[in-house]
């Protein structure tokens, strides 16, 4: 059972909050918190060297913020889903964090359940938003692509793009239309380099905004 445990960082400049999500979280049978940082480059830091399968950032922090945080993790190809937390919603906020590679995004007055679900949601390879922050996305143009860019797809890319939408990761799709993960990772960088899209969450928006989901 010690394999299926999902290994936390705790990323927030408020130490009280850090300690309130350390005392839920360590509660939860297959959720272990490996370690807290105060900033966004401690943050960084500690993924390296604890190499956690999920991070808890918050986004306004001294320094070095949430949003440049997680945009060195990518650079360093850090493994990690990032779950960003955090008590600002404007959409000036939300945008670039998904666009710099968040897993999801979620408000820090969340239902302490409904937290521990979305870790795991995120962990399994699924994106996760809260409804208002999918509203704020969708009502910018996150790119020019319109929806003729969908003509260029094939068919199995397009139901592919429709289980992403769906939430699901490419284990489960592969599972859906049998075929190997190996394979739909090609499909879904396929995708992204066909419709001009940076990652999984613009995609299921993109499929979202122009009707290839139910």
Same mark, same amino acid.
């Given at each position: 059972m010690?394999?299926?445990?999902v290994r936390?960082?705790?990323v @927030?400049?408020h130490?009280?909050?850090r300690?309130g999500?350390?005392?839920f +979280?360590e509660?939860q049978? @297959?959720?272990?918190?490996?370690? =807290? &940082? /105060?900033?966004? *480059?401690e943050?960084v830091?500690?993924?390296?060297e +604890?190499k956690?399968d999920?991070?808890?950032m918050?986004?306004k922090?001294?320094?070095?913020?949430?949003?440049e945080?997680l945009r060195?993790l990518r650079e360093?190809?850090?493994?990690?889903?990032?779950?960003i937390?955090?008590?600002?919603? =404007?959409?000036r906020t939300v945008?670039? $964090?998904?666009?710099? /590679?968040a897993?999801g995004?979620?408000y820090?007055?969340?239902?302490?359940?409904?937290?521990a679900? *979305?870790?795991?949601?995120v962990?399994?390879?699924?994106v996760l +938003?809260?409804p208002?922050? $999918?509203v704020a996305l969708l009502s910018? @143009?996150?790119?020019?692509? /319109?929806?003729g860019r969908?003509?260029t797809?094939?068919?199995?890319e397009?139901?592919?793009?429709g289980?992403? &939408?769906d939430?699901?990761?490419?284990?489960?799709?592969?599972? $859906?239309?049998v075929?190997?993960e190996?394979t739909?990772?090609?499909?879904?960088?396929?995708?992204l380099m066909k419709l @001009?899209?940076?990652?999984?969450?613009? &995609?299921a928006l993109?499929a979202?905004?122009?009707? +290839?989901t139910?």
């Amino acid at each position: 059972m010690a394999d299926k445990v999902v290994r936390v960082l705790l990323v @927030d400049d408020h130490q009280v909050v850090r300690r309130g999500l350390r005392t839920f +979280l360590e509660v939860q049978g @297959d959720i272990e918190v490996v370690g =807290e &940082a /105060g900033d966004g *480059a401690e943050g960084v830091a500690r993924a390296e060297e +604890l190499k956690p399968d999920v991070v808890l950032m918050d986004v306004k922090m001294p320094g070095t913020d949430g949003i440049e945080a997680l945009r060195k993790l990518r650079e360093l190809a850090n493994p990690a889903k990032v779950l960003i937390v955090t008590s600002f919603t =404007e959409q000036r906020t939300v945008v670039p $964090a998904l666009r710099a /590679g968040a897993s999801g995004y979620v408000y820090k007055d969340i239902d302490p359940e409904a937290l521990a679900g *979305a870790i795991r949601s995120v962990h399994a390879g699924h994106v996760l +938003l809260q409804p208002e922050v $999918a509203v704020a996305l969708l009502s910018q @143009d996150v790119q020019s692509s /319109g929806p003729g860019r969908s003509s260029t797809l094939t068919e199995r890319e397009t139901e592919v793009l429709g289980l992403i &939408a769906d939430g699901r990761s490419n284990r489960e799709i592969a599972r $859906a239309l049998v075929l190997s993960e190996k394979t739909v990772k090609t499909h879904v960088s396929n995708i992204l380099m066909k419709l @001009d899209l940076a990652d999984r969450t613009q &995609a299921a928006l993109w499929a979202v905004r122009h009707g +290839l989901t139910d």
